[in-house]
């Protein structure tokens, strides 16, 4: 079976769009778990305890970006991902004349996923940036009336759009977006790919392989959604990193409003060291953030939301491979069938 260009680009975005509708509430979660703001924001003093209507409230927010941006970022990860690991397993066996790779498989999976990670990342940030400062709006309680049109909620994007003063603004968190996803494809690709082909490899030998659709998408789901849980769990602290650079984007100063607040503050009589203090004066790189949050909650703090993010990302990977492999698969089947049709 071969696949175009257009028949990988087509079901990377329609694994991209089905997976997001589900699994977004999750990332909601997690978002407002790693949120700085967690406590102020979700906690009822009278109580002493998590608000919990309020935590669990407008779990769409901020999704339309989301899905406007993921389809042809997900398209043209999955274009480079096939078209990295073809051309970098041709390279890897025709270095030597024996034909054996020179390289294990695994590497080639690896350097392949990364690439297309890079490009999947620079399409995907302003839209990460904007899902994750939409989501922590606090929305008021809504009439039974207008749940019906809770799913997507313009006017919340557009609010926290109206947060960024300069369109810059929206690509910060690029590197630690990208510092996240590099390690977390890179683990997680090669896991999938092996466990994948064992799987196979294994029905094949007991003689229950059958090779249709159906199981070709378990298969890949299963695959998928182990190899994401581990590598979700390990790359959390840089999650929990990116999740604070990206929902402080909005509040980020330049450098001459930095320096006119330094001479507001000096003549109000405060010190440097408050005003950095402060949020929103300068923008702070991802290891200053990871030290905060050590002396906030020490390593626990690295680690808020790892097993959300976790089962997630088990849930979120199965279904997108699974989607995605079925879908390629099916059109490729289509493809050749029409071809074979005199």
């Known amino acids: 079976m071969s696949n175009t260009h257009t028949d990988v680009l087509l079901a990377g975005a329609f694994a991209a769009f089905t997976v997001d509708l589900l699994v977004y509430p999750l990332d909601t979660l997690k978002t407002r778990f790693q949120s700085p703001d967690y406590k102020k924001i979700y906690s009822n003093a009278s109580k002493n305890a998590i608000d919990r209507r309020l935590l669990f409230r407008g779990l769409y927010q901020g999704v339309g970006s989301v ?176 999740t604070r650079i990206m929902l402080a984007a909005a509040r980020e100063s330049s450098e001459s409003e930095a320096k006119k607040a330094v001479e507001d503050a000096k003549k109000q009589g405060q010190s440097i060291e408050d005003l950095r203090s402060k949020k929103g004066v300068a923008r702070k790189s991802s290891v200053t953030v990871a030290r905060e949050i050590m002396q906030e909650s020490g390593i626990k703090g690295l680690f808020r939301g790892g097993i959300l993010r976790a089962a997630w990302t088990a849930l979120g990977s199965g279904l997108y491979l699974g989607v995605y492999e079925s879908g390629r698969v099916w059109l490729g089947d289509r493809q050749h069938a029409s071809s074979d049709d005199p």
Request: charged residues 15%; positive net charge; glycine residues 6%.
């Open 67 to 242: 899905i406007f941006i993921t389809i042809p970022s997900s398209g043209a990860f999955f274009t480079t991902y096939e078209a990295a690991k073809s051309g970098l397993t041709r390279a890897n066996t025709s270095f030597i004349g024996s034909g054996s790779p020179l390289v294990h498989q695994s590497f080639v999976h690896s350097a392949a996923s990364s690439m297309a990670e890079l490009v999947s990342c620079f399409i995907l940030t302003p839209a990460e940036v904007l899902k994750q400062n939409a989501q922590m709006i606090r929305r008021p309680a809504e009439s039974s009336s207008s749940k019906a049109s809770t799913v997507f909620q313009p006017s919340v994007t557009l609010q926290a759009l109206k947060r960024f003063q300069k369109p810059s603004q929206l690509w910060r968190g690029y590197t630690a977006l990208a510092a996240r996803n590099l390690p977390f494809t890179a683990m997680q690709f090669p896991m999938f790919e092996h466990l994948k082909e064992s799987i196979k490899q294994y029905r094949k030998d007991h003689g229950t392989f059958s090779g249709s659709l159906l199981e070709t998408g378990m298969i890949t789901a299963i695959s998928a959604g182990s190899a994401g849980s581990i590598a979700a769990t390990i790359t959390t602290p840089v999650d929990v990193v990116k």
